[in-house]
């Protein structure tokens, strides 16, 4: 065991952010597995694998019982373990899940089918919609229409064979009293019982007539009230049930928007009214049934999601039951507004049931349309680890996922708006993987094909680079045969062509073409809206501000640092925030008088991590949040994803090896030069000079001689909003802008415009270019 003195290293601990106050009797929660020095932890979505001192493990299993405060277990590890690292150290396990608050192991241990067991999902995307086959195989042919023997048995057979789950509603909302009429049918109150020690009759049983369940309403959209009554607006209820019958929404602190946090994947509630979501005191029923009041809670629970579907049915709505309800998330957004029942303990053990997403009934087109949006799958991103700053919403960040000819495809989007980060998730995902599908191309050299354009007016290496033996690209030659796709020079109309792997994933392209590829081509530059036009605006933007920021990397020198009273309030409150987290952050208005292009640098010490991000816009203002939305999203995915270091910057072959340098102690400094500068530049001149609109960019453009052509890279089936926006891809080119790189020795030191942004070329190494923008 080591000394109090010695100090985990950081590669023992999972690294992340303190456990904001939620962890007051810590408790080691999952499989544990410890093996000498590493720990195996299965949870409920994923295997956790730490490497640290066996000891240390071992004390901490034993330690976290659910029973000591977080202080006493701080204080005995303490004694032998250095209090930082400690205190370090068990934050990382917090942050990754594998010890969580006491009161709540109960709730996590049953989320609905995600509680680690002997049943590995063994089946195959391609087996996975063969397995419902399997039940419809056990049905029977024979005579249909004798279930249903008097007047009121045919009604309820009307209504099961109208339920039915809808995985997309009609862009209206749902009347506020039917919203109350499903309440009511989950769980509202019939008729007085005949015996006193009953008092009241629900529409659903329960273990010991408990019915300890309270239900919440997370209204989406404003509902409209009925016979002049008022809307409801927006916001979380609870729903309060009358011994007369019927129920009330109650507002209760809490917000909406968490709804989007609750679902694992949210994209059902784009279009809905209201996510029902039963949440169980365990606590009362369990000092009578012990641990099978558990499963009194789910059956309870189950009667009375099918009662509310049923209501739903005969109302004329749609519903769904979903099974993806995150423990954590709605426990974090209900913590304000739920409480102990009298008698049960200081921390009942919430059980948070499977949800109900409620909305109007879609049409035909809506639900085909949703059918076809089944490419991506979407889930929560890490999200920002400090807590949101006063009068502010926590940003929301997801992910969407795919893959193309067994490659993977991701987008990921973040925005204090869930729509627009959903959207933003899913329009990058898109955009990546018209990038990864190579379009119709043709096969010539450039002497052959009208418009054809020499690429080194894009991207071009150096003769040195070229000589190195393990270089991996080929220069270009125009004797030489290539694929070519066509594009459009925005000016002029007329037709272009430039090499494929220019503008896709190099990996996509035949072998033949590989072999003599002049570059390997990043999503730079590639952008989704909902028109061409629209899209080819994005992705010029992109590439102006990539310029930028480039430029001003390439200076080694510091950036123009904006001073920090000159921000809008919203932002300085972001920084703060980012601040109170323990990082340190400048920024910078960089670039020319083209566009406002606002840079965030964002560093902290231990562990260590540097990133710059940057973002470029006609307004400012969505420059600079837009680049703060980066920023926080680099932070967070660093806290949850911890980084192993790296060797050396030969290493640097993609943008996660990328983030692993600059998340390594001996490299992560090299970039303290860029906000070493004062901070004195006004936020109020970011957009002196600047054009204000597309139309201006093109004519400053076009004035200036840098041609600018667009390439359509539109995927099948490219849409938003669960299938019903169609979008565009396009990708963008621009003459002189510096095109940015990710791997180490690709930086373009053949163009023009990149030698000229270096000082003292000849001096620098290849290393000396590994950016941290990602």
């Known amino acids: 065991m080591r000394s109090r003195a010695q100090a985990i290293t950081p590669a023992d601990a999972p690294q992340g952010p303190a456990p904001a106050g939620r962890v007051a009797y810590p408790f080691a929660f999952g499989h544990w597995s410890v093996r000498e020095d590493t720990l195996v932890c299965r949870l409920p979505r994923k295997t956790l694998t730490v490497t640290a001192p066996g000891a240390l493990l071992g004390e901490v299993l034993d330690l976290c ?5 977080w202080e006493q277990v701080m204080a005995r590890l303490g004694q032998h373990w250095a209090s930082h690292s400690v205190r370090q150290f068990l934050s990382g396990l917090s942050a990754q899940g594998a010890i969580v608050e006491a009161g709540e192991a109960l709730a996590r241990w049953s989320e609905i089918g995600q509680v680690p067991s002997v ?169 009578k049934y012990g641990n099978r009041a558990t499963v009194f809670a789910h059956v309870e629970a189950g009667q009375s999601l099918q009662n509310a579907q049923l209501m739903a049915a005969a109302l004329g709505a749609a519903a769904i039951v979903r099974g993806d309800t995150a423990t954590g998330a709605a426990l974090a957004s209900l913590a304000g507004t739920l409480r102990a029942a009298p008698g049960a303990g200081a921390a009942p053990p919430w059980l948070v049931m499977p949800s109900l997403v409620v909305g109007a009934r879609p049409g035909e087109a809506e639900v085909a349309a949703q059918k076809r949006d089944l490419l991506f799958e979407v889930s929560p991103a890490p999200a920002f680890p400090a807590p949101a700053p ?33 959207r933003k998730a899913e329009a990058e995902a898109w955009e990546r993987l018209g990038w990864a599908t190579p379009g119709p191309c043709v096969s ?112 080694g020198t510091s950036a123009p640092l904006l001073a920090e009273g000159s921000l809008p309030s919203g932002a300085r409150l972001r920084v703060a925030s980012l601040r109170a987290a323990g990082y340190r952050v400048a920024l910078a208005r960089v670039g020319g008088d083209w566009v406002p292009v606002i840079s ?30 980066e920023a926080e999203g680099r932070v967070a995915q660093a806290c949850a994803v911890p980084a192993a270091p790296i060797a050396s910057a030969r290493e640097v072959q993609s943008i996660d090896a990328q983030c692993r340098f600059w998340q390594t102690p001996r490299f992560f400094r090299r970039a303290d030069f860029y906000a070493a500068g004062p901070a004195t530049l006004s936020f109020g001149a970011a957009a002196k000079g600047c054009c204000p609109d597309w139309a201006a960019l093109q004519s400053r453009l076009h004035a200036e001689g840098r041609s600018l052509l667009a390439f359509e890279l539109t995927p099948p089936g490219a849409a938003l909003d669960q299938g019903r926006t169609p979008l565009r891809v396009v990708r963008a080119f621009v003459a002189g802008l510096i095109p940015i790189w990710f791997q180490h020795g690709l930086q373009p030191a053949g163009l023009a415009a990149f030698r000229a942004a270096v000082p003292r070329l000849g001096r620098r190494s290849d290393s000396s270019f590994v950016h941290p923008f990602t």
């Open 444 to 555: 010539g050299r450039q002497a052959d094909l009208d418009g054809a354009l020499d690429p080194r007016a894009f991207v071009a290496y150096s003769q040195r680079q070229h000589a190195r033996p393990a270089f991996p690209l080929a220069p270009f030659s125009n004797r030489r045969s290539y694929l070519w796709r066509a594009g459009t020079e925005a000016a002029s109309g007329r037709t272009v062509h430039l090499p494929a792997e220019c503008l896709h994933r190099l990996q996509s392209l035949p072998v033949a073409a590989r072999r003599h590829a002049v570059t390997n081509s990043s999503t730079s530059g590639v952008a989704a809206w909902t028109d061409a036009d629209g899209a080819l605006c994005r992705a010029t933007l992109e590439l102006v501000e990539r310029d930028a920021y480039l430029r001003a990397w390439l200076a």
């Open 600 to 629: 965030v640098f964002v560093q902290r010490d231990e562990p260590a991590f540097t990133a710059i991000t940057a973002a470029a816009d006609f307004d400012p203002k969505a420059a600079l949040h837009k680049a703060l939305d």
């Open 390 to 422: 006063p009068g502010r919403q926590a940003g929301f960040a997801f992910l969407a996922t795919g893959s193309v000819a067994d490659s993977p495809v991701l987008g990921a989007g973040r925005s204090s708006d869930p729509k627009l980060a959903l």
């Open 119 to 287: 049943y590995p999902q063994a089946a195959t995307a391609r087996e996975l919609p063969r397995l419902a086959g399997r039940a419809r195989g056990r049905l029977l042919p024979g005579a249909g229409g004798e279930t249903a023997t008097t007047p009121a048995a045919s009604r309820l057979g009307d209504l099961l064979r109208a339920r039915e789950s809808h995985r997309t509603f009609a862009d209206a909302p749902l009347a506020a009293s039917a919203l109350r009429a499903l309440a009511w049918a989950a769980h509202g109150v019939t008729r007085p019982a005949a015996e006193a020690a009953v008092g009241w009759h629900r529409t659903v049983a329960s273990g010991g007539n408990l019915h300890s369940a309270r239900w919440f309403a997370y209204l989406l959209r404003e509902l409209p009230g009925e016979a002049g009554t008022q809307a409801t607006p927006a916001g979380v209820y609870e729903a309060r049930f009358h011994v007369e019958g019927g129920a009330a929404l109650e507002p209760v602190h809490a917000a909406w928007q968490d709804a989007w946090r609750i679902l694992l994947d949210p994209r059902v509630l784009r279009f809905a009214s209201a996510l029902l979501l039963p949440v169980y005191d365990i606590g009362v029923p369990a000092r």
């Open 65 to 69: 019982d659910g029973r000591r405060r």
